[in-house]
């Protein structure tokens, strides 16, 4: 199988001021193309005719009397190359692209004084125009490719936002015990051409009882609308062996968009404080807890855990059983799911032998809950000549729950493959000296446990490195030079037997082992 993904994007922009308010314009696009092309199937009509089980059809190029019929029984050696290239002449090909383009304005000024400092207010606009289009055919079965009609599917965003910091008390007006309190109130509202108009609220708390110390708050809601893909995906189905019970079921698997999806839906509720010391000129310390909730989150849940889904209780909401060989309506069911142009191996097994069907299209399956723990700090120092900057990164994931229908138990994801980790840290450090800046990073992810089998996952830890040079003389003043290293040491991740076939948490690692690139930027 070869996938493919190419994507390209840029950007305009210009900024300016207008009537005493900073103001910003500008203009993006990307295109990404993503694709599938599989080869060496067996094409189950070429197979018929290879054994016998069909008449020869003059239209192909097999012949009985030159390539011999095809023995599933015998030596594979003793088939000749041209009968084996006959069967697995079969393949799937899919092709999705998805475009954007966006205009955006944004302006932020002050509308007045106050007591404690300036009352500003920020005010945008966006506007964006979203385009996903779909083509494929595969041979998999019949005597041409099926041919799937190509798509087209576009539609509008526009969105407008606004946000206040009021200062309550500021440099003019501090007391003992207070230094700073602002108040921030934001809103934004957004219209999806076809799903519907959101208005989403933020409000945020500043306290500073000190000069050194700093204590922040947040509340807001927000909204994710399904995407194009998402929306629209070409459906696709076909046959696969499950178990159930220990028995095997022939299962009919739906795959593809849903056009009757719902928007995402959250809660967002943050806390959090910042320690710059003024005895340690340098240093800054940052803690905080967060806590989100999701409603209808959109996702594929079957996909998660297809081989066992006819035994996992939660995933029942999406499988429904057949009985073809005596229940009509099951079996006129079958039949039209097995005519269907998006079904890649129809002919594989007659209607009747099929025991289920599942649907693993994206739904508004779940409710989600997130709670954790970030904290962070930064010291930046003279040494030498340069300067050193050391700095550390922790999350620690308290609560991630789902329930994935209404009736399903919530489940505890921390520490399950897939999902994302308990425990996430960096610890880096930057040398800097004129124009040259040489760095490293420490990584550690957490590992878990298989659910399936109940064999630990390790934890998986990869370091960085970066060195970068700075021109600021001449033609070349604005240019910079950086090497970035991934994953320097080639660590690979950490086992782990996954439902898919990989071998590893494709969520949380990856084996593209050590990755080097050069990047070259220059500003103007």
Do not use: C
């Amino acid at each position: 199988d070869e996938g493919f993904s190419r994507s390209v994007g840029g950007a305009l922009g210009i900024s300016g001021t207008l009537f005493g308010w900073n103001t910003d314009a500008y203009f993006s696009g990307g295109r990404e193309t993503t694709g599938l092309l599989a080869t060496n199937r067996v094409q189950t009509s070429r197979l018929d005719e290879a054994i016998g089980a069909t008449p020869d059809n003059p239209a192909t190029p097999f012949r009985p009397s030159v390539d011999g019929f095809f023995n599933p029984y015998g030596d594979p050696a003793s088939h000749s190359a041209a009968l084996l290239a006959f069967i697995g002449s079969g393949y799937i090909r899919s092709e999705n692209v998805s475009t954007v383009a966006s205009m955006n304005l944004k302006a932020d000024g002050v509308l007045l004084s106050l007591p404690g400092g300036d009352l500003r207010m920020a005010i945008g606009l966006d506007v964006r125009r979203e385009r996903f289009e779909t083509s494929g055919e595969n041979f998999i079965s019949g005597a041409t490719p099926r041919i799937a009609a190509p798509t087209r599917f576009e539609r509008d965003v526009t969105a407008a936002f606004a946000e206040l910091r009021i200062p309550i008390v500021g440099p003019d007006n501090t007391r003992p015990g207070l230094e700073r309190l602002e108040v921030s109130l934001a809103g934004r509202i957004e219209d999806h051409e076809g799903v519907g108009q959101t208005t989403n609220p933020k409000v945020g708390l500043l306290y500073k009882p000190t000069t050194d110390l700093l204590f922040r708050t947040s509340f807001g809601t927000s909204f994710r609308a399904p995407s194009l893909r998402e929306l629209n995906s070409a459906y696709r189905l076909g046959p696969v062996f499950l178990d159930r019970a220990g028995s095997n079921v022939i299962s009919i698997v739906q795959y593809g968009g849903n056009p009757d999806l719902s928007p995402e839906t959250a809660e967002s509720w943050t806390a959090g404080f910042v320690w710059t010391p003024s005895s340690m000129e340098g240093l800054r310390i940052e803690g905080g807890w967060f806590r989100t909730t999701f409603e209808d989150r959109i996702a594929t849940p079957v996909a998660e855990n297809l081989i066992d889904a006819l035994n996992d209780p939660t995933l029942a909401p999406f499988i429904r059983y057949v009985a073809p060989r005596t229940d009509a309506a099951d079996l006129a069911y079958v039949q039209s799911l097995l005519a269907h142009p998006g079904n890649y191996n129809p002919n594989v097994f007659p209607a009747t032998a099929y025991g289920a069907v599942i649907d693993n299209r994206y739904v508004n399956a779940s409710a989600v809950e997130v709670q954790g723990l970030d904290l962070s700090t930064r010291y930046r120092f003279t040494l030498g000549s340069g300067d050193l900057s050391l700095d550390a990164t922790v999350t620690h994931l308290i609560t991630n729950d789902r329930t994935i229908t209404p009736a399903s138990p919530t489940e505890d994801l921390l520490g399950v493959p897939n999902f994302p980790a308990r425990w996430r840290g960096r610890l880096g450090a930057q040398w800097m000296q004129g124009p040259i800046t040489i760095g490293g990073v420490l990584n550690h992810v957490s590992g878990g446990r298989d659910t399936a089998n109940g064999r630990a996952i390790d934890d998986w830890i990869t370091l960085d490195g970066q060195a970068r040079v700075d021109l600021d003389s001449g033609w070349i003043r604005g240019l910079s030079l950086t090497l970035n290293v991934l994953n320097l040491l080639n660590e690979g991740p950490p086992f782990y037997d996954a439902p898919a076939g990989i071998g590893y948490d494709a969520a949380n690692t990856n084996v593209l082992g050590r990755q080097v690139s050069l990047q070259l930027v220059k500003r103007w």
